[in-house]
């Protein structure tokens, strides 16, 4: 089976610049989070989703950040503009809600670099 | 005071040792429990999971939960240098949603 997949896998941009990242979830699943990990922070949660409705972004760091599922099976999360700061590993994950405690499945991430 | 906190860290225990690993998180109405291994440059990946009171055991692994401490730990029996990683405590306070620990890195020497 495939797992949560993420595209790119690493990103590297210049200030300024908008960032599309991408994730797909397992298949089935009806929860989607986007998480941010750097060493200052940790692992942060930014959103996420429930039957493809956002339910909670109290984690975006502001409006620069953006995040859509358009469908179950689809997620972006847009940063317009990027800023250094941003650089960090994101993730993706994804959950069978009400299921083994509501495990949370990972993606690779994807890291990303503004210079 | 974080939501769930954990010793940092590093860890270090000869192989064969016990690793124990701790976590403590604030909210009372936290209801599951989870324990991720982080390699590093790669995704967490769960080791297992706790929702009541008590141990559960899973091949060299134990979790056990006292929620009127509001404490989790992880246990790894016989522990081996693939098992280092950092660690990582998550708490469902909310259907579905985890708040994470900082994590524990665990180093097992040969």
């Known amino acids: 089976d495939a797992g949560v997949i993420q595209s790119p896998r690493h990103e590297v941009t210049e200030m300024g610049q908008e960032v599309t990242l991408r994730c797909k979830p397992i298949?089935?699943?009806?929860?989607l989070f986007w998480y941010r990990q750097t060493m200052m922070r940790g692992l942060e949660l930014l959103i996420y989703?429930?039957?493809?409705?956002?339910?909670?972004d109290s984690g975006m760091p502001e409006d620069r950040f953006s995040a859509k599922m358009p469908n179950a099976s689809f997620s972006t999360l847009k940063i317009q503009p990027s800023e250094p700061r941003d650089s960090a590993v994101y993730f993706c994950a994804s959950s069978l809600a009400g299921t083994g405690g509501d495990t949370q499945y990972f993606g690779p991430g994807t890291r990303l670099t503004v210079l | 005071q974080k939501e769930v906190e954990q010793n940092s860290g590093p860890l270090s225990v000869p192989e064969g040792a016990i690793a124990s690993l701790n976590c403590t998180y604030s909210d009372r109405g936290s209801q599951s429990f989870f324990w991720y291994r982080q390699y590093s440059g790669k995704s967490p990946e769960l080791i297992m999971f706790?929702?009541?009171?008590g141990d559960k055991e899973d091949g060299r692994f134990t979790a056990q939960l006292n929620k009127a401490s509001q404490y989790v730990s992880l246990l790894i029996r016989d522990s081996q240098p693939s098992d280092s990683a950092t660690y990582l405590c998550?708490?469902?306070?909310?259907?579905?949603?985890?708040?994470f620990g900082d994590g524990t890195t665990l180093t097992v020497k040969p």
């Open positions: 706790i929702y009541s009171n």
């Open positions: 989703f429930n039957n493809n409705v956002p339910i909670d």
């Open positions: 998550a708490v469902n306070t909310n259907a579905g949603k985890s708040t």
């Open positions: 298949s089935g699943h009806n929860s």
